[in-house]
């Protein structure tokens, strides 16, 4: 199962797509819960405009509505990256601390820390987004 959402390309560059959300009806796959289980546009407004990274040329121009295709592993990997990461900066230092007599004051100073370093390692690690565009 994948999910899916059409956007109208507003520019084509070399090494990206810039495309504007033009649909808000929901794919096949995510009809049966009544909203788009990714949400992955869903912060896109209609009108926004946001930039897709591009591997190899495409044949596309300004004004076509293509169709972008996520698979479901590849979401869920997606968002595990994006969250497990700060997470566990989150509570690995309470866990070690409780664990080790740590103070309550250090413990918070480190979790502080551990959710920042993690929040980066995530955005570092999600960068291999893979998007499908079907014409």
């Known amino acids: 199962m994948s999910c899916q ?3 109208e390309v507003v520019s084509v560059t070399a090494h990206c797509l810039i495309v ?10 995510c009809h049966e819960f009544g ?16 930039e897709i ?6 044949s596309v121009e300004a004004g076509d509505v293509v169709v972008l295709d996520i698979d479901q592993t590849s979401l869920t990997e997606q968002m595990l990256k994006l969250y497990a990461p700060p997470f566990i900066g989150l509570m690995a230092p309470i866990i070690v601390g409780q664990m080790h ?6 413990q918070a ?7 920042g370093v993690g929040w980066l390692f995530s ?3 999600t960068r291999t987004f893979q998007i499908r565009i079907y014409q």
Not at 39 to 49: A, E, F, M, N, P
Not at 101 to 106: I, M, R, V
């Open 20 to 29: 504007k959300s033009v649909a808000r009806s929901l794919c096949p796959s």
């Open 35 to 50: 909203r788009c289980r990714s949400d992955w546009l869903s912060r896109k407004s209609v009108g926004q405009t946001f």
């Open 53 to 58: 990274p591009l591997s190899e040329p495409i």
């Open 109 to 115: 100073i480190t979790s502080i820390v551990g959710v």
């Open 123 to 125: 955005r570092f690690w």
């Open 5 to 7: 959402r059409s956007v």
């Open 101 to 106: 007599g740590w103070s309550e004051a250090f």
